[in-house]
């Protein structure tokens, strides 16, 4: 959700998370990623499904390759030459990719993509990441979003913000806390129901900001990842109250939102008052029985300027 506090919302831009678009060589290792898949050269006779697994292992084997193999020859293969760039430190096109992949592997040799959590609908991908540049930095908690077409990436979208020391809640940002702790996505045919359910939470408790949705769509149990806000519901009644009283012009536009089973993540752009520039935001939800149940976010204020004309949202 959104931030409570000043710090909170003095977000630093990743240079790095730009440009994901380089694979990596070894498939072994990207098989052992959450969320990832064995790869297809054919999959249209296994459905929809299929798919769906398919672009999420690319989108996994774009990003570890881009920032840990710095291995450019995949863009060819997995990334469009007309690449459109929403993340505001990149240019369009594949050809900036590919430098932009060696610039980060020659610079950062020890970069470490680690992914936590991926999820695939439709044509788009989310894929949930701490991405350390330095070992032994916290780094930085990103949410990648791809657009696929013709089997190859043709979009990017992204949220970075760094990781804190310390959290309000004594949830990391990236760890599943809820029952079943795994960060694999639930059954597939959860999805539409749940992202129907997460779609009206939303605008209720955010859009229209009626705490009452809390009552509604928020479970007994509910685990909270933002470091600034308190777990429970209780802490984010307390959290969100104090934040829409402190910003009454709050408007809050979704982009777009992406579920696959228990997860649904919302694309959105955050506005505390007239004349802002804001900031690009994703929230990531769990559902289980028809509850919330789990929560994790990311916040970057968007630039006055951009090195594309696309926007970040």
Not at 60 to 87: A, C, S, W
Not at 259 to 269: I, Q, R, T, Y
Request: aromatic fraction near 8%; glycine fraction near 10%.
């Amino acid at each position: 959700m959104t931030p409570t506090t000043p710090a909170r919302r003095a977000l630093v831009a990743v240079f790095a998370v730009a440009a994901l678009a380089v694979p990596l060589a070894a498939a072994p290792a990207i098989a052992a990623t959450p969320g990832a898949a064995a790869p297809h050269v054919g999959y249209g006779e296994y459905g929809d499904q299929a798919r769906l697994a398919y672009q999420k292992y690319v989108a996994v084997r774009v990003l570890k390759g881009v920032f840990e193999r710095g291995d450019t020859g995949v863009v060819d293969r997995h990334v469009r030459p007309d690449y459109i760039q929403h993340n505001p430190l990149a240019p369009d096109g594949a050809e900036t990719l590919k430098n932009l992949g060696k610039a980060i592997h020659q610079q950062f040799p020890d970069a470490e993509y680690d992914v936590k959590r991926v999820i695939s609908e439709g044509d788009l991908v989310l894929v949930h990441s701490n991405v350390v540049m330095t070992p032994g930095t916290r780094g930085q908690a990103v949410f990648d979003i791809f657009r696929f077409q013709g089997g190859k990436i043709a979009e990017h979208w992204d949220v970075g913000q760094n990781v804190p020391e310390g959290s309000a809640n004594g949830n990391d940002m990236f760890s599943t806390v809820s029952w079943p702790r795994t960060e694999q996505p639930g059954a597939p045919w959860l999805t539409a129901y749940n992202k129907r359910l997460v779609t009206k939470a939303f605008d209720q408790l955010i859009v229209r900001k009626d705490l009452s949705a809390l009552d509604r769509y928020w479970g007994a149990e509910y685990h909270q990842h933002n470091p600034s806000i308190a777990d429970g519901v209780a802490g984010v009644r307390a959290g969100l109250g104090g934040y829409f009283e402190a910003f009454p012009q709050l408007t809050v536009t979704p982009k777009r939102v992406i579920a696959e089973g228990d997860l649904v993540a919302v694309h959105s752009h955050y506005v505390n008052a007239p004349g802002e520039r804001g900031q690009a935001v994703v929230d990531l939800f769990r559902v289980r029985g028809g509850k919330i149940v789990e929560h994790w976010d990311v916040l970057q204020d968007v630039p006055g300027s951009s090195a594309n004309d696309n926007g970040m949202f």
